[in-house]
């Protein structure tokens, strides 16, 4: 193993360890994601069994039920594909932050491990949870609902690697201001993206958001993501031109994250912060 | 050719808006010494340290450890340096040897396993190494605070009050191990102490700070002479509330 990959593992290892001897941490990975399937899946059900039993007649119950299911299908797959990215950056910003709570940070930063580094272990950290909590969730949405996120084929990985980065970069930004305001900013790590939720498209297409917004939901991978989620699911068809947005976006997002990520640890190295950033 | 000094710092300093908290020190740390930095609350100590180990950048002025510029290569210093500090913490879930392990990794230490058995047998920490770091009594958690400090066997070694809050018989231990560990290992010591005692048992040469200001500097022997004290205590004080230049005016 090269220096800089067992530097790399060492963190790893250390979050590893804390939570294979912490099973609270353990139950609180899958916790949320298994509780936003229960509650968007019941609700999906039920407007399913209600558009299904529509008094229209039988033509329009046959219609309105299959278009039902699809609905109740992305609303499923949009809940599942948005906990990807809600736990890759709780993921990330978490991890950081059980090293400000340890009051390690002073040993972590003395030692040769480099910051880009300390950034990797993080991200691989942040996919390990991510895996531990939505796995379950998809399978109960198999079990429960009859709901198959896999059946999307191929692109899912597409869609998982996008929402993915994004929780990524949002948490570097996050970090970036817990390093720039000490732990004082610790609420943001499970905040920041649920704000982001509105206009990701989540749920509903971007035609549905007042045209002021619009252009804050385009210029969010997410939106993007979503907005090719449905076209698979409702119509069986990959937009690419949409993938091709989301990759870009979250390039471009990315890059101005790891530059804010190092500027802000430059500026706690000139202010001292990574000696008092626990208070 | 000579080797370069363990650690050679020319015009240190550090502000913080308007607070200087170091103000252009120069001091070199040669090998195989045991330098102390002394000064009471806000004399600059623990900036000075940070600055040595990068944690902070200075304001101006150069650090050289082991020969590396701290300013464009301080990684390959890092590397051959360690430090330990009762106010930085090892995460109290892990046990002692997960916490090892995970310093171990980060400082890229060969025969993992052997290196922290042999800390264990060093340091008397055999029965601590499968109980969690967080429930260790503080004189442990100094044993095991030491054992991460020497995991990569490093040529430069920064305590910063390494027996604070320690009982007076632990204290000693950790101060006669100090001693011996150094004898055997050759490895340079900074350390930082409110506790004068101990300073004049370990230290070769004191750095005496009042307000991020070298104002004294010496040999412990020496620094008892020229202010003709009994002990560092007494100097300290001196030094501390003025009480040469009261004296002379006096």
């Given at each position: ?5 067992r530097?790399i ?24 994601p ?28 046959t ?9 109740a299908g ?10 990807v ?28 491990l ?15 949870r ?6 379950p969730?998809?399978?109960?949405a198999?079990f ?8 999307l084929?191929p ?18 930004g ?32 971007v ?8 252009p804050?939901?385009?210029?969010l991978?997410?939106s ?14 990959i ?6 947005w989301?990759?870009a976006?979250?390039?471009?997002w990315?890059?101005?994250s ?8 430059r500026?706690?190295?000139e ?5 008092s950033?626990?208070? | ?10 015009g240190?300093?550090k502000?913080?808006d ?5 103000d252009a ?5 040669e ?14 100590k ?15 002025g ?10 464009r290569?301080?990684?390959a ?11 930085i913490?090892l ?9 090892l ?19 264990a ?15 260790l ?6 044993r095991v ?5 020497l ?21 000693d ?41 070298i ?14 004290r009994a ?20």
């Open positions: 193993m090269t220096g800089a990959a530097r593992w060492g963190m790893l290892y250390r979050h590893l360890a804390l939570y294979r001897r912490s099973w609270p941490r353990l139950l609180e990975l899958a916790y949320w298994t509780l936003q399937l229960c509650i968007w899946g019941f609700t999906a059900r039920f407007i399913a069994t209600r558009l299904g039993s529509h008094p229209a007649g039988p033509a329009l119950l219609h309105a039920g299959s278009a039902a299911m699809l609905a992305t609303l499923l797959g949009g809940v599942l594909l948005w906990e990215a809600l736990r890759g950056q709780t993921g990330v910003a978490l991890s950081f932050l059980e090293e400000v709570w340890s009051r390690n940070l002073g040993h972590v930063f003395v030692s040769p480099r910051p880009a580094e300390l950034v990797a272990a993080l991200l691989g950290i942040s996919l390990i991510v895996l531990i909590g939505v796995l969730a998809v399978a109960l198999y429960l609902y009859a709901f198959n996120l896999f059946a084929g692109i899912l990985v597409l869609f998982f690697a996008n929402l993915l980065v994004m929780g990524w970069w949002v948490s570097l996050v970090v970036s201001l817990i390093l720039r305001h000490g732990a004082g900013a610790e609420a943001l790590a499970w905040s920041v993206l649920f704000g982001l939720t509105p206009f990701s498209a989540v749920f509903y297409p035609a549905v958001l007042p045209a002021a917004v619009r804050i939901a385009l210029a991978p997410s993007h993501v979503f907005e090719g989620m449905r076209a698979a699911i409702l119509h069986g068809s937009v690419w031109s949409q993938m091709g989301a990759v976006l979250n390039l471009l990315g890059a101005a790891c530059a804010l990520f190092a500027r802000q640890f500026i706690a190295r202010r001292g912060a990574l000696l950033i626990g208070e | 050719m000579s080797l370069p000094p363990a650690i050679a710092v020319t240190l300093t502000r913080y308007q607070v200087l908290a170091v020190i120069d001091f070199t740390v090998r195989g010494a045991t330098f102390g930095l002394l000064g009471g609350n806000g004399a600059g623990t900036t000075t340290i940070a600055m040595l180990l990068a944690l902070l950048i200075p304001t101006a150069s650090i050289r450890v082991l020969g590396h510029d701290m300013a290569d301080r990684f210093a890092l590397a051959r340096m360690n430090f330990s500090s009762p106010y913490a995460p109290g879930r892990l046990t002692v040897r997960e916490n392990r995970v310093y171990a990794h980060l400082y890229t230490v060969p025969a993992m396993e052997a290196r922290i058995d042999a800390l047998r060093d340091l008397d920490l055999g029965a601590l190494l499968d109980r969690p770091a967080g429930q009594s503080a004189g442990q958690k100094t605070a030491l054992a991460k400090a995991i990569n066997r490093p040529d430069v070694l920064l305590l910063d009050e390494p027996t604070a809050s320690l009982d007076p018989d632990t204290g231990w950790v101060r006669s191990w100090l001693e011996r560990y150094r004898a055997e290992s050759g490895c340079t010591i900074l350390l930082a102490s409110h506790n004068m005692a101990e300073v004049e048992r370990l230290c070769d040469h004191v750095l005496m700070l009042k307000q991020g200001r104002v004294d500097r010496g040999s412990p022997a020496a620094l008892l002479e020229r202010y003709g002990d560092l205590e007494e100097v300290f004080l001196d030094i501390a509330r003025d009480r040469r230049a009261a004296e002379a005016s006096a």
